[in-house]
């Protein structure tokens, strides 16, 4: 009986861990993102070659990468959730696939020399990352997600110097305003974890 009874809590406990969202989002990780993907795009729009286009991206990737991943972590033990359970482990694992592809055809576009597919391979891949971790997170990460898809979607189609600027759009303001809409607090979430 005991030992059912244990059952049955485990199955209820992680019925309700996935049943949340994960809320413990780093709002000046955003904004810190968000100031490193503007300068990048300012900075992008005065190189003189692709190789020195995707340098600057890269360098900024190399900054802003960390910054989210530490600001996130520090936001997660500050709330008390482990990221390797429950829905913060969804969150986690479904915002990692599409970044991991990104860099992996990233790779590939350069080595094919068709460098201006990578503004909307980066959009689009990071916009779907997004789509797919905010399934389990804030509401207010849905629509960054897709706006990130919709800007890569037009990123495809458009000169080099606009599809910069769309990355400095998306990589930049997306994040800054978001960034600021978590510090308000105002992201509509019904469930907390």
């Known amino acids: 009986m005991h030992q059912h009874a244990e ?6 406990r992680t019925a309700m861990e996935r049943a949340g969202s994960y ?3 780093p709002g000046w990780g955003g904004i810190g993102m968000g100031a490193i993907g503007i300068a990048a795009a300012w900075r992008a729009a005065g190189a003189q070659d692709p190789a020195a286009w995707l340098s600057v991206w890269l360098i900024a990737a190399a900054i802003a990468v960390p910054l989210g991943a530490w600001t996130l972590a ?12 429950g829905v913060a482990r969804l969150f ?7 970044l991991l592809v990104g860099a992996a055809l990233s790779a590939a576009l350069w080595r094919a020399g068709a460098v201006e597919l990578l ?4 959009l689009l ?8 971790a905010g399934a389990f997170s804030l509401r207010v990460l849905a ?27 998306g990589f930049g303001a997306l994040h800054l ?5 978590v510090l308000r607090g105002d992201t509509r979430s019904d469930a907390h974890v």
């Not at 520090?74 to 359970?85: F, K, P, T, Y």
């Not at 503004?119 to 980066?122: D, E, I, K, R, V």
């Not at 891949?125 to 797919?132: E, M, T």
């Open 7 to 12: 059952r049955e809590l485990r199955a209820i």
């Open 23 to 25: 809320t413990a989002l």
């Open 74 to 85: 520090r936001e997660a033990r500050r709330a008390q959730v482990d990221l390797s359970r």
């Open 92 to 98: 986690v694992f479904n915002l990692a696939p599409p």
């Open 119 to 122: 503004p909307a391979t980066w």
């Open 125 to 132: 891949l990071y916009g779907l990352a997004i789509l797919a």
């Open 143 to 169: 629509p960054m997600g897709a706006a990130f898809v919709a800007l890569g979607a037009i990123a495809g189609f458009v000169s080099p110097a606009i599809a910069n600027l769309l990355l400095g759009a």
């Open 177 to 181: 305003v978001v960034g600021l809409i």
